[in-house]
């Protein structure tokens, strides 16, 4: 009979335990997803300067180099299609 009295006792008591629980539990859990978010984004920008940064410096050196393999090609070309008519008899 003790024992039947402690199982019913925990069934309805921790429906009230976790309704008290809940927002302190939630609010932590969204405090830290945030913070995860945070440096993702932060991480996600660094790499985004460090890019742009990179390209800058590639930019440069690629104007200063002279290529004479551009020079060689041709003009581009551009082709349209032309659909033939198909004489019906």
Same mark, same amino acid.
């Given at each position: 009979?003790?024992?039947?009295?402690?199982?019913?006792?925990?069934?309805?008591?921790?429906?009230?335990?976790?309704?008290?629980?809940?927002?302190?539990?939630?609010?932590?859990?969204?405090?830290?997803?945030?913070?995860?978010?945070?440096?993702?984004?932060?991480?996600? @920008?660094?790499?985004?300067?460090?890019?742009?940064?990179?390209?800058?410096?590639?930019?440069? +050196?690629? $104007? =200063?180099?002279? @290529?004479?393999?551009?020079?060689?090609?041709?003009?581009?070309?551009?082709?349209?299609?032309? +659909?033939? $008519? =198909?004489?019906?008899?």
């Amino acid at each position: 009979m003790n024992t039947l009295f402690i199982i019913l006792l925990i069934i309805f008591i921790t429906p009230y335990i976790v309704r008290l629980l809940a927002p302190y539990i939630m609010k932590y859990f969204f405090k830290k997803v945030q913070k995860n978010m945070e440096n993702n984004m932060n991480q996600a @920008n660094n790499n985004y300067n460090q890019q742009d940064f990179n390209s800058n410096t590639s930019n440069t +050196k690629q $104007e =200063t180099t002279h @290529n004479p393999a551009k020079e060689e090609l041709g003009d581009y070309v551009e082709f349209e299609e032309i +659909k033939e $008519e =198909t004489n019906k008899p």
